[in-house]
């Protein structure tokens, strides 16, 4: 038991500063971490170990950019029955088409993250599964169409700028080479690496039945044409912002430069998708230190944006589960159901 409250504790400084490490290069060797934050390789090793063994921290894969514009991606906003709501989400976390599942404050009981193929494949998923779920009684859909920033871009801000620049002066350029269309291996590859982003290439090329370079060449070229995006996790309220708010807005999305002096203004924003099928055309995820924090909130957003209106917010009461992480009320990784958005769902 003692252990186990243990694990509940606050991350100190170091484990805060090897998660924003590898948030910004996911498969950086120990090697170049320890150089970055002046400590042993071994050290830095051991350090991740026990935090992936907690389920505190992970490396993660997911389908990129290239891949979420190419299928059909989707925010679902679910009404129980009372009583039924916990019964529903824990279901929900186990159907790998749900990324992820949020127990909510404000007009719905839990938002789901849905990617499914196409649009009909979706409108099947609704009708035929979710529809009929018992304690479900109402949902409503939106479409996303674009993403203008990722989650998997937001940092922890725990590394200072000479920390920074040697983890980021050493990480591989992006190079985007010629759009290609993922074989099932590639498939294979990416699902994979969702349960464990740090896989070695060794362990990758053998249970896809083929050579070390060629597994390495294909991470390259995933990775480039954003067709696979490496991240890494951390239990939220470990981690020193403990408060997940969704904001639905509507703002003239056409003017990327002014969505980047939003970004730039809000920091603390980690994820802003461009939303079609209701009223708001934004959805806009933020992490925060404190529930007070929420106050001024809108009103920066409107400053940063002027023509930006705020239609309606919620805060994440809790994460059942997290792009294809099931988590316990901690926050923590307990285990994963595999992110496969190209298969039809059964």
């Not at 186990?94 to 990324?99: A, D, E, I, N, T």
């Not at 980047?260 to 806009?284: D, F």
């Not at 239609?311 to 059942?320: E, H, I, N, R």
Request: charged share 25%; net charge positive; with cysteine.
């Amino acid at each position: 038991m003692a252990d186990r409250l243990q694990e509940s504790a606050p991350l100190d400084e170091l484990d805060l500063s090897l998660v924003h490490t590898l948030q910004i290069d996911p498969r950086a060797p120990w090697s170049r971490i320890g150089r970055a934050l002046d400590l042993d390789p071994v050290t830095v090793a051991r350090r991740w170990s026990r935090l992936t063994e907690a389920g505190v921290a992970w490396v993660t894969a997911q389908p990129g950019r290239a891949q979420v514009s190419q299928s059909c991606l989707a925010f679902v906003e679910v009404d129980c029955q009372a009583g039924h709501t916990l019964d529903v989400a824990n279901t929900l976390a186990r159907w790998p088409h749900v990324l992820t599942v949020e127990h909510t404050s404000g007009g719905r009981d839990l938002l789901l993250t849905v990617s499914t193929p196409t649009i009909s494949t979706l409108s099947g998923y609704l009708l035929e599964r979710l529809g009929v779920l018992p304690g479900i009684r109402a949902t409503r859909t939106q479409l996303g169409t674009h993403v203008f920033t990722h989650a998997a871009d937001w940092r922890l801000r725990s590394l200072d700028p000479r920390q920074r620049a040697r983890i980021t002066a050493e990480r591989p350029t992006r190079s985007p080479s010629t759009p290609q269309t993922l074989t099932e291996r590639d498939r294979l590859l990416i699902v994979r690496l969702g349960a464990d982003g740090r896989t070695t290439l060794t362990d990758l090329a053998q249970e896809l039945g083929v050579g070390i370079t060629t597994v390495r060449k294909r991470l390259r070229l995933l990775t480039a044409n954003e067709d696979l995006e490496l991240r890494c996790e951390v239990a939220q309220p470990l981690c020193g912002w403990p408060i997940s708010t969704q904001i639905w807005a509507k703002a003239e999305i056409e003017d990327r430069d002014a969505l980047n002096r939003l970004l730039a203004a809000v920091p603390e924003i980690r994820a802003c998708i461009g939303l079609a099928g209701g009223t708001a055309n934004l959805l806009i995820s933020v992490w925060l230190r404190s529930l007070p924090d929420i106050r001024g909130l809108e009103a920066r957003l409107t400053s940063a944006l002027p023509h930006l209106k705020v239609l309606d917010q919620a805060v994440s009461l809790s994460f059942v589960k997290r792009m294809g992480r099931i988590l316990d009320p901690a926050g923590r990784s307990t285990s994963t159901v595999p992110i496969d958005i190209w298969s039809a769902p059964s």
